[in-house]
């Protein structure tokens, strides 16, 4: 009796940390300078169900439930040269690839005429965006089994922009 008790402890406890759904995205990603100087970074979301933290990059936070969604802002430099992403790095960068989950953002200078802002061009999951104003946001939104979806906001399709 006692070995089927312990089965049956061991078959509940197998799956009800199954069940807590956590989830860890390392986030990786490659950073470009204005120098043409190229650096590896980090940048990733976590949930642990069982200690109600949420990680968004290195640090851990307490939450009452998981949040929504989180949104990561990309601000172009007043000569439009250069961009700044707080999450990725301190400073001004001229562009990053970052992959997180089965999700890939690319964002980088193109020569183009004066029609696109900032010369830039942002591919997201192989397909290319433009910039339609300064300051534009990557919404990612989670579940508690992982990411949702990500979202661009401030940017357009249109390719005729580019003549």
């Keep these: 009796m006692n070995n089927l008790t312990l089965l049956f402890s061991s078959f509940c406890l197998f799956f009800s940390s199954v069940s807590l759904a956590d989830f860890d995205y390392t986030g990786e990603g490659t950073l470009r300078y204005p120098t043409g100087v190229e650096k590896d970074f980090k940048f990733g979301f ?8 949420f990680r968004i990059g290195d640090k851990s936070y307490e939450m009452s439930e998981l949040p929504e969604s989180y949104s990561i802002a990309i601000t172009l430099s ?3 040269d250069k961009v700044w992403v707080q999450e ?7 562009g990053f690839e970052w992959q997180i989950g089965n999700h890939k953002i690319w964002l980088r200078k193109q020569d183009y ?3 696109v802002i900032g010369s830039y061009l942002l591919t997201f999951n192989k397909v290319d965006y433009f910039l339609a104003r300064p300051n534009i946001s990557i919404e990612v939104s989670f579940t508690q089994s992982g990411i949702a979806n990500v ?5 357009t399709k249109d390719m005729s922009i580019k003549n």
Excluded at 88 to 94: A, H, R, S, V
Excluded at 151 to 155: A, N, S
């Design 88 to 94: 990725f790095n301190k400073g001004f960068i001229e």
């Design 113 to 115: 005429n004066d029609n």
């Design 46 to 53: 976590g949930w642990q169900t069982s200690t109600k933290k």
């Design 151 to 155: 979202k661009l906001d401030g940017v």
């Design 78 to 80: 007043k000569d439009e």
